[in-house]
């Protein structure tokens, strides 16, 4: 497995998302620890999540505890990087809201801490800036939570480049990551992606394959991917996340799944080399 590095910790190139594993639709438990043991056996030693990665409402850290169980059950377990999120809730009805207020970041974190049954988080992640609170209070809490030794390393997650330079600032230049949607079919975050990659931070795009109701159809939703698939006998998601991994060295997409065979294509993209003419090909999607 290839090699990035987030803050000063080496990770995978790419990482497992695991919100697939707790939210709507999500497999039964076992399936999901099997999908988190192939990526580890694959090589994977970054994987996300979040306390908003779950269905119903008193279920909060669905995801966190599910990682947690699959990691304590794996000879490889202590030596992947998790990066949580807090900032983001789910009621229950399938809706989406934010509290980044710093009481509740700091709650969120401690909760966290918890069901990861660690004494520090590896990488703490604002998850959406709130229209309520000021940036500055948000990434200030986590700011605080570095000071106290609470998470080893900070990040930021759904941010524009303002925000990612004024949280930079906050904390002491000290911002280690940006988690943003970036895919074919959401390529607006390019800005973030370019200043990511002038200050040496670290850029996680989430759904980097579409999202889960998208991902299957890749190939056929963007046909230069799929021919580019078809010279390298490999699928159109393995090309995307080459394409990506092509545009940066500070790129870790971070593909979700909740199935073994899916996260076990996703780090063969890894070994992928595109040509130049390829990525400029898909480059013009």
Known sequence: MHTRRIGDVEVSAIGLGGMPMSIEGRPEEARSLATVHAA???????????????????????NETLIAKALARHALGAEVLVATKGGHLRPGD???TQDGSPKHIKEACEASLRRLGVEAIGLYQFHRPDPKIPYAESVGAV???????????????????DQIRQANEILGGRLVSVQNQFSPAFRSSEPELRLCDELGIAFLPWSPLGGISRARELGSAYAPFARVAEAHRVSPQQVCLAWMLAKSPVVVPIPGASRPETIRDSAASVDLKLTDEEIAELDSV
């Open 143 to 161: 700011r605080e939570l570095l000071g106290e030794g609470k998470i080893r390393m900070a990040g930021i997650s759904n941010a524009n480049p």
């Open 40 to 62: 580890l056996d694959a090589g994977v030693t970054l994987i996300d999540t979040a306390d908003a990665y779950h269905r119903d409402a008193g279920e909060v850290g669905h």
């Open 94 to 96: 399938g809706s989406w």
